[in-house]
């Protein structure tokens, strides 16, 4: 399996794929309160059956060229994710998203992580708009989409139910235009 150095600090980026469904477990249950503030995705990975089942939805995805899943690894343990919710290469456009466990806040991984995903969309794939959509109280994801470049486009009020309560969104985007541009600049 390849994976993609973030740095300097022994961070990764890999793919995570449905055989990994027992250590997606365990990820998800050391973070399972913190990574469900904003992301419902620990609310669906309880078992193993339904982590193989997460992880397959995008072994599907990427077969489908319709979406992508990668661990973020720090000293070889799983201690978040970054993924392409969705992927609409004919339309050139995608959105991008995480979750980290507590352990690995504070390090960069998410913001270095997102970097790799966009150089490969924009480069790559000749994707012209990734987007970020993050719970308008979520700050820390809104502060990665600051540091991603981003341009918040648009508040989506009590767009998202989320464990019984609505929530605002907040939807950010970077073009290709202006990821290159900013990319040149670093």
């Known amino acids: 399996m390849f994976a993609v150095p973030l740095g300097d600090d ?6 995570l794929e449905p055989w990994q469904a027992e250590e997606f477990l365990a990820h998800m249950d050391r973070g399972r309160e913190f990574i469900g503030t904003h992301v419902a995705l620990p609310d669906f ?8 089942a997460y992880l397959q939805s995008y072994a599907d995805k990427t077969a489908a060229d319709t979406g992508r899943l990668y661990g973020i690894r720090l000293d070889g ?26 352990a690995a806040v504070g390090r960069g991984l998410i913001t270095r992580a997102v970097t790799v995903l966009i150089d490969w969309a924009v480069d790559v794939r000749g994707m012209h708009r990734v987007e970020w959509v993050a719970a308008a109280e979520n700050t820390p994801s809104i502060n990665v989409a600051k540091r991603l470049g981003m341009t ?15 929530h605002d969104s907040e939807v950010w985007a970077v073009l290709a235009d202006d990821w290159r541009a900013a990319r040149a600049g670093r």
């Open 77 to 102: 343990t799983l201690v978040g994710g970054v993924l392409f919710r969705i992927f609409d290469a004919a339309q050139g456009t995608c959105e991008a998203g995480c979750w980290l466990e507590p």
């Open 10 to 15: 022994g961070a990764e980026l890999c793919p």
């Open 45 to 52: 990975v309880t078992d193993p059956a339904s982590a193989r």
């Open 152 to 166: 918040r486009d648009a508040v989506l009020r009590e767009n998202y139910l989320y464990r019984g309560e609505r």
